[in-house]
């Protein structure tokens, strides 16, 4: 089992910045492969990023290509996900999730542990 717990969520004006955080404890952390996805209301939970198990590997939605950098320290057992440049478009609750899928997935399904959500709100 691998407990996840996000992080650094709250409200912020366009343009503005946030870092996200995922702390993980349970089995080894550098084994995973982990994601961020993010769910709007009344909207499919959708992938925003993913790194790969040794952190040199990183995936992103185009939606946020350019504004969001993802990162994973397996030495403090965190995952990080920061967003510039923020959009009032990217109001979501912010998951943070682990696999340990050989490949990087980008597909809610193929995730196996899923924090609570921290939400991001940004005002125009």
């Known amino acids: 089992q691998v407990q996840l717990v996000e992080s650094g969520g709250g409200l912020v004006q366009a343009g503005g910045s946030l870092r996200l955080s995922c702390a993980a404890s349970?089995?080894?952390?550098?084994?995973?492969?982990m994601g961020w996805f993010r769910q709007a209301p009344g909207k499919e939970r959708e992938f925003v990023a993913a790194v790969s198990w040794s952190g040199a590997r990183t995936y992103y939605a185009d939606s946020v290509k350019g504004r969001f950098t993802i990162s994973k320290d397996n030495a403090k057992n965190t995952m990080y996900l920061q967003m510039n440049s923020l959009k009032p478009e990217d109001t979501a609750l912010y998951y943070c999730a682990a696999t340990g899928a050989v490949v990087v997935p980008k597909r809610p399904g193929d995730y196996d542990y899923w924090g609570q959500g921290t939400q991001v709100t940004v005002s125009s």
């Open positions: 349970g089995r080894t952390f550098s084994n995973y492969v």
